[in-house]
């Protein structure tokens, strides 16, 4: 069951690995249960885990993403957040778009990040059990605020929002900057425009594996130049 204890989480994605015994079932006709399903994951050999992921949003589509709250949307050459705390969207605070079949547990990752209003937009990564609503998944989250001047690491965990390390730094709306993360077991890194020695340095070990994706809260930002590594 997903947090709100009224519908399940995604149905995780094809194959999966199974031991369980086959079973015959008898299906109803969609809507006349209140626990519904209308996507079944196939048994089979998983997927290996740590392939390496790049987008640069030439001729990438929106179909390849599974997307939490806001509009995101691409156009020349990157991927947007168009919904800001001012629009009175559905799930805007906190929106995130995670990349359909990534798994990463020790990784490099890499964007270019500008920030267009208000607000912090970045990177999530390790993510899991992902749905609607700002806290609402498992994972970290590497957040830049052009406003504020400060880049922040932090996790949602337990549905809070937990800060494990933050840095000012002089940071102008509408100016684009590179942000690379290492995440090596529970030893976090981030680089900050090509920095030789990391800005931040934490160690955490609460989620370990996960998901990659974008993420703004309250802001609008358009996200680059992806590159994930195992």
Same mark, same amino acid.
């Given at each position: #069951?997903?947090?709100?204890? #009224?519908?399940? %989480?995604?149905?995780?994605?094809?194959?999966?690995?199974?031991?369980?015994?086959?079973?015959?079932?008898?299906?109803?006709?969609?809507?006349?249960? $209140?626990?519904?399903? *209308?996507?079944?994951?196939?048994?089979?050999?998983?997927? *290996?885990?740590? !392939?390496?992921?790049?987008?640069?949003?030439?001729?990438?589509?929106? !179909?390849?993403?599974?997307?939490?709250?806001? /509009?995101? %949307?691409?156009?020349?050459?990157?991927?947007? &957040?168009?919904? $800001? !705390? =001012?629009?009175?969207?559905?799930?805007?605070?906190?929106?995130?778009?995670?990349?359909?079949?990534? #798994? %990463?547990?020790?990784?490099? +990752?890499? &964007?270019?990040?500008?920030?267009?209003?208000?607000?912090?937009? =970045?990177?999530?990564?390790?993510?899991?059990?992902?749905?609607?609503?700002?806290? #609402?998944?498992?994972?970290?989250?590497? =957040?830049?605020?052009?406003?504020?001047?400060?880049?922040?690491?932090?996790? *949602?965990?337990?549905?809070?929002?937990?800060?494990?390390?933050?840095?000012?730094?002089?940071?102008?709306?509408?100016?684009?900057?590179?942000?690379?993360?290492? &995440?090596?077991?529970?030893?976090?890194?981030? +680089?900050?425009?090509?920095?030789?020695?990391?800005?931040? /340095?934490?160690?955490?070990?609460? %989620?370990? +594996?996960?998901?990659? =994706?974008?993420?703004? +809260?309250?802001?609008?930002?358009?996200?680059?130049?992806?590159?994930?590594?195992?």
């Amino acid at each position: #069951m997903a947090y709100n204890k #009224m519908h399940a %989480f995604e149905v995780p994605r094809s194959p999966v690995a199974s031991s369980e015994q086959t079973e015959e079932i008898t299906l109803t006709p969609f809507g006349s249960e $209140n626990i519904r399903i *209308s996507n079944f994951p196939v048994i089979g050999t998983p997927e *290996s885990a740590g !392939k390496p992921f790049k987008e640069n949003f030439e001729n990438a589509t929106v !179909k390849d993403w599974l997307l939490y709250g806001g /509009s995101w %949307f691409i156009k020349d050459g990157a991927f947007h &957040a168009a919904s $800001n !705390k =001012g629009s009175w969207g559905y799930g805007i605070h906190g929106s995130k778009a995670l990349a359909s079949g990534t #798994m %990463f547990k020790n990784l490099t +990752y890499q &964007a270019t990040v500008q920030l267009n209003s208000k607000g912090n937009a =970045g990177l999530i990564f390790r993510v899991t059990d992902a749905v609607l609503g700002a806290d #609402m998944y498992k994972g970290y989250y590497l =957040g830049i605020d052009a406003e504020t001047g400060v880049i922040e690491l932090g996790k *949602s965990s337990d549905l809070k929002w937990v800060v494990l390390a933050s840095q000012k730094q002089k940071l102008e709306i509408g100016k684009s900057y590179q942000i690379k993360i290492e &995440a090596i077991d529970n030893e976090i890194k981030v +680089y900050f425009n090509g920095s030789a020695s990391p800005l931040i /340095s934490v160690k955490d070990d609460e %989620f370990k +594996y996960g998901m990659v =994706g974008v993420r703004a +809260y309250d802001s609008t930002a358009s996200i680059d130049n992806l590159l994930v590594k195992e």
